[in-house]
């Protein structure tokens, strides 16, 4: 369906690992834009405690459970932080592969994301903030798989996922002792 409230939205996260706080958040923006794009923070990295998974493992997830109702692309770091030099790299990275600027940031984070745009000419971008309503965390989410908590992981997390518990969840041990990163 066309003609919503906002033509292009984005969101821009780890996903280390995937849940429905996340599916939320996606959701809230399917139902306002015309096109969502999400844009993987950290693609670069992996094998890490706090980024276990590849980009290409997060992108897969994202497309199988949200499907054609979303785009994703990887977002590597460039180490500046969460400020206007940051916002500039997104839009960069939006620009490049939706052909155009967003109108709608879509946040789950308790702090203004929107102001990474504040010094963008000719940008104007609104945002949407998410209220977390579920209470979890990829932190989490991670440490189910430490645990061996299948139960727990599965109440936080999309039918779509979970045939790939055991995979996940070995990556997840294969980092937990990695403790370097270079994600901000």
């Known amino acids: 369906m066309k003609n919503k409230a906002f033509k292009l939205g984005i969101i821009v ?11 939320d958040m996606i959701e809230k923006a399917c139902a306002v ?11 670069q990295e992996s094998g890490t405690l706090k980024n276990p998974f590849t980009y290409e493992t997060r992108r897969k997830m994202l497309q199988k459970v949200c499907g054609s109702r979303v785009t994703v692309y990887p977002l590597p770091d460039i180490g500046v932080g969460n400020n206007a030099k940051w916002g500039e790299y997104v839009l960069q990275n939006v620009r490049r592969n ?25 940008v104007s971008v609104a945002e ?5 309503t579920i209470d979890i965390s990829a932190t989490r989410m991670r440490a189910f798989f430490i645990e061996d908590d299948r139960a727990a992981w599965q109440r936080y997390t999309p039918p779509a996922l979970w045939e790939d518990y055991e995979a996940m ?16």
């Open 33 to 43: 834009c015309d096109r969502v794009g999400i844009f993987v923070g950290s693609s």
């Open 98 to 122: 939706l052909g155009k600027a967003p109108d709608l940031l879509i946040s789950g984070k308790e702090e203004r994301r929107v102001s990474w745009f504040d010094g963008a000419l000719g």
């Open 128 to 132: 949407l903030y998410v209220p977390k």
């Open 13 to 23: 996260g780890r996903f280390q690992t995937f849940h429905t706080g996340h599916l």
């Open 169 to 184: 969840r070995q990556a997840v041990l294969a980092a937990k002792d990695n403790l370097q990163t270079a994600s901000l």
